[in-house]
């Protein structure tokens, strides 16, 4: 044979090796290809105010968590990270993750057409924002959740994401801050600074385990109503992330909701201890030994004050309880009853955190002010305080 006829044969033998090469790749990830491409930036964020962009991802298949969830949950962020390379980034670098302490003021309400309204304020420092779709199968529901690509490692300066950047956006199914599932079943948490230096939850039994935001997921997953949710959570151990500790909100599409702490038994009045806390739930609907308001009030409302009276036996306060008292002012006018989410937003804007003073003195904003509709499976969110700017107005939906 010639060799130029020899060259040729060559040639092609090693694109076609190339081409079944990457047909193989790409049938093997061709849920994580399309998901990355289509991440896409939704609003550029504000520069007068340092302020950061949000993207939009619609995950595509299945990002592990069933089986997550089989390897009975993580203990640590370390855990996660490592779980998180080889099962979903599939062999890249584990991710950096980095969690904070999180300051929400979050409540429940009705809409004057009785819609069921979950609505929060998210602060934290200066960051870029992902909205977060994930598919329904079998088993699982669809959902929308809101991520904190600071937590990823990723800082997308200037509004760009890097292409390893993109890359780590992959785990953010693992980390979300609060959402919502078609069931009409929403979550949130925050901070609590419970014990001396702010000790985490961290619980240890023979129970599988979570950590701070798999627990978001897992309730965003599988859960199709509060209670749900509570029984769910009720069987794992707890690992709050970020050296902080936290608690929860659980909201469904009934109107019906509840606030979830851990606490320490009653003879440690230091609360030092995480891993001895036990699960405390204080529903909407049976709240008189919370306090009057509580009783007489059909919503719920939460900040970073822990609820459980007599907690701070000491007679002081928690960061977040003058927003949980302005709050109920607020929410007390109009027994509980906002006009629309538009509404429910305005009530939060006066709670924004460029107006308060943070009482370890680090500087916060509100990167996100979200209004879920439970009854239609939508929400509102307006990015980085910029309530008069619609560019910032992202409507959400989970409606087909």
Request: aromatic content about 10%; glycine content about 8%.
């Amino acid at each position: 044979m010639k060799l130029w006829k020899k060259i040729v044969f060559g040639i092609v033998g090693i694109l076609l090796l190339l081409i079944v090469a990457l047909a193989i790749i790409f049938a093997a990830r061709h849920h994580e290809i399309r998901t990355l491409s289509g991440i896409r930036k939704i609003y550029p964020g504000d520069e007068s105010r340092d302020g950061g962009a949000v993207y939009e991802m619609r995950v595509k298949g299945d990002f592990a968590f069933e089986k997550f969830m089989n390897h009975g949950g993580v203990k640590s962020t370390r855990e996660l990270s490592e779980f998180l390379a080889e099962n979903v980034i599939h062999g890249s670098n584990a991710p950096q993750l980095s969690f904070s302490s999180v300051s929400r003021t979050t409540f429940t309400t009705e809409a004057q057409n009785k819609d069921v309204l979950f609505s929060g304020n998210y602060d934290n420092t200066d960051s870029n924002l992902c909205i977060v779709y994930t598919d329904k199968n079998e088993g699982r529901h669809a959902s929308v959740s809101i991520v904190d690509l600071n937590v990823l490692g990723v800082r997308a300066k200037n509004g760009v994401m890097t292409q390893d950047e993109e890359l780590m956006c992959l785990a953010a199914p693992y980390v979300p801050l609060e959402g919502m599932n078609d069931a009409g079943v929403s979550c949130s948490f925050s901070a609590t600074f419970q014990g001396q230096g702010n000790v985490p939850t961290n619980q240890n039994t023979d129970r599988p385990d979570l950590t701070t935001t798999t627990l978001i997921r897992m309730v965003l997953d599988y859960a199709d109503n509060v209670d749900e949710a509570v029984s769910m959570i009720s069987h794992y151990d707890l690992h709050d992330s970020g050296n902080c500790s936290y608690h929860y909100f659980i909201a469904d599409s009934t109107g019906k909701s509840a606030v979830l702490e851990w606490l320490a038994p009653t003879t440690d009045t230091l609360d030092n201890d995480g891993s001895v806390r036990e699960l405390k739930v204080h529903y909407n609907e049976f709240d008189s030994y919370v306090g009057t308001r509580e009783e007489n009030a059909s919503y719920q409302w939460m900040t970073d004050s822990i609820l459980e009276p007599g907690y701070y036996n000491d007679g002081g306060e928690m960061e977040g309880y003058d927003r949980y008292e302005n709050l109920y002012l607020d929410l007390k006018e109009t027994n509980g009853i906002v006009a629309n989410e538009a509404d429910a937003i305005h009530v939060l804007s006066r709670f924004s955190r460029r107006k308060w003073v943070y009482f370890d003195g680090k500087e916060l904003c509100t990167l996100h002010t979200t209004a879920y509709n439970l009854t239609k499976k939508t929400a509102t969110l307006v990015a980085d305080e910029a309530y008069e700017d619609e560019n910032a107005l992202i409507f959400i939906s989970l409606e087909p």
